[in-house]
Structures are given as structure tokens and as C-alpha cells.
Nanobody, 123 residues
Framework: QVQLVESGGGLVQAGESLRLSCVAS????????MGWYRQAPGKQRELVAF???????IYSDSVKGRFTISRDNAKNTVYLQMDTLKSEDTGVYYC?????????????????WGQGTQVTVSS
């Protein structure tokens, strides 16, 4: 019943921008951490940016200064603003929730993964 749905991926040229969105839906009272991972062909999935409630945002060194993560907790939504995109940013971007509180039982559940959205940056 609880799921993550990403949107906003696409094909852009180097130097351009994209904004990814991820909406969590279902019986969610609150979310602890929400963020983004990516995976390029032949490589392991890597952390891009992550936001945990009450803590500073975490960024991969490769995207610091170019990407910005933000959350709208009332809408259970996380965004990733990606500026000055490079070819090496190409990959499938996955939304991730480490754990959440169920609205009915109060139990902590997770993790959650979205299906992914493709980002392709051409040189």
C-alpha cells in the first residue's frame, strides 16, 4: 500500500538542469529519512543526497554545490534540484525512504525504494 513514485527525469545537455520529485503515498504518519540514490551501467548504486529529519543534508562529493535536496513533509515529498549537469550524472535515479511511521499502528516500517527515473546528460 505504501509506495514511492518518482518523476522529472529526462534527456538534457551538459550544463542544463532538471528537478526530480518523489511522492510517498499510503498509510504514512511521518518519514525519518528521504533522499536519492543513482546507478550507472556497470556501477554500484550510490548515494546522491539524503535528508533525515532534524539533521543536515548529506551529499555525495561529486554533486556538492550543484545539487540541492529539499523536502515538503506535509506532502511526503522530496525533491532533487540538479544544476550544471554533467555527463557523469547519467543514470537511473531512485527515491529512497529509510523508515517511516505507520499512521494506524505507529510501527516503524521500511525501507522503501521507488522504481527509478532515467536521467541522461549528453555532452
Amino acid at each position: 500500500q505504501v509506495q514511492l513514485v518518482e518523476s522529472g527525469g529526462g534527456l538534457v545537455q551538459a550544463g542544463e538542469s532538471l528537478r526530480l520529485s518523489c511522492v510517498a503515498s499510503g498509510s504514512i504518519h511521518s518519514i525519518n529519512g528521504m533522499g536519492w540514490y543513482r546507478q550507472a551501467p556497470g556501477k554500484q548504486r550510490e548515494l546522491v543526497a539524503f535528508s533525515r529529519t532534524g539533521e543536515r543534508e548529506i551529499y555525495s562529493d561529486s554533486v556538492k554545490g550543484r545539487f540541492t535536496i529539499s523536502r515538503d513533509n506535509a506532502k511526503n515529498t522530496v525533491y532533487l534540484q540538479m544544476d550544471t549537469l554533467k555527463s557523469e550524472d547519467t543514470g537511473v535515479y531512485y527515491c529512497h525512504v529509510d523508515y517511516y511511521e505507520d499512521v494506524e499502528s505507529g510501527a516503524l516500517r521500511g525501507p522503501l525504494w521507488g522504481q527509478g527515473t532515467q536521467v541522461t546528460v549528453s555532452s
